[in-house]
Nanobody, 115 residues
């Protein structure tokens, strides 16, 4: 069973920065796609950003130019660098590891943007 774990959430002021990390129990290079999703209170879970095994990235429109998804050189961690955060970025952020036909989810990390 693959384990996925997020870390790095917390309280950040509007306009500030935060970096989330996602680690899996096997090399992230073995997955088809890694992604970050978020779920705000009372809303559905939505896609934030993805990175493929070849390094291709994609972002939802609301975070383009502010968030960056990347991996470390050893391909063991997926990061989500969040800059210029806004109150509407407040949500539980989840990491997804896609293995073609199977999705592995982490338990989430809470990000709260507030002054």
């Amino acid at each position: 069973q693959v384990q996925v774990a997020e870390s790095g959430g917390g309280l950040v002021q509007p306009g500030g920065s935060l970096r989330l990390s996602c680690a899996a129990s096997r090399s992230i290079s073995s997955f088809n796609v890694m992604g970050w999703y978020r779920q705000a209170p009372g809303k559905q879970r939505e896609l934030v950003a993805t990175i493929t095994s070849r390094g291709g990235t994609a972002y939802t429109d609301s975070v383009k130019g502010r968030f960056t998804i990347s991996t470390d050189n050893a391909k063991t961690i997926v990061y989500l660098q969040m800059n210029s955060v806004k109150p509407e970025d407040t949500a539980v952020y989840y990491c997804l590891a896609n293995d073609i036909h199977i999705n592995y989810w982490g338990k989430g990390t809470l990000v709260t943007v507030s002054s």
